[in-house]
Every structure is written in structure tokens, then in C-alpha cells.
């Protein structure tokens, strides 16, 4: 499924410092994205469905805990792409 957004353009910026962080933290809940991000739970969650639209990232579920997010393939390539990896 292609979004409407080539993944070639750049993102917001608050997308790719979301995908950075779940690059460096492997898997976050929403809550600590933003807190690590200073935004509010709301807009990191925006944020974060807007990425998995967009096969970057992908959440996954647990009986016991919160949701996490974490970073999948097509994100790491655009990071490749933009020389954002370190």
C-alpha cells in the first residue's frame, strides 16, 4: 500500500526525531515519545499513526503493558536515505 507521500520527500520534523528515537530505544510507548520529545500524548500519537500509514513504524500490543512503538524497515531506510543513522 503506497501512501500519498513519497517516501524520497522529507518528513516533519517531529516524524523523524519519533523515528531516531525509536532507532536508538528499539521500542517506546507513546508516553515516553513525548515526553522525550516535550509534546503532548495526543500529537505524538498523530504523529505515530501517520508513520505507520507509512510503513515506518509499527505498534505492538500486550495484555499486560501499553502498547509500544517501534521503528520497522521503511523507516530505517528513510533515515539511510536522509544520512540521519548514526
Do not use: C
Not at 532507532?23 to 513525548?34: D, F, M, N, T, V
Not at 508513520?51 to 520497522?72: F, R, T
Request: proline share 2%; hydrophobic share 40%.
Amino acid at each position: 500500500m503506497q501512501n500519498e507521500e513519497s517516501h524520497n520527500e522529507y518528513l516533519d520534523n517531529i516524524k523523524e526525531k519519533i523515528l531516531i528515537l525509536l532507532l536508538q530505544h528499539e521500542r517506546l510507548e507513546p508516553a515516553q515519545i513525548s515526553t522525550l520529545l516535550g509534546a503532548g500524548v495526543q500529537l505524538t500519537l498523530f504523529h505515530l499513526e501517520d508513520l505507520k500509514k507509512s510503513n515506518m513504524v509499527m505498534d505492538y500490543h500486550s495484555a499486560e503493558n501499553p502498547a509500544s512503538w517501534g521503528i520497522i524497515q521503511d523507516g530505517r531506510a528513510y533515515l539511510a536515505r536522509h544520512d540521519l543513522l548514526s
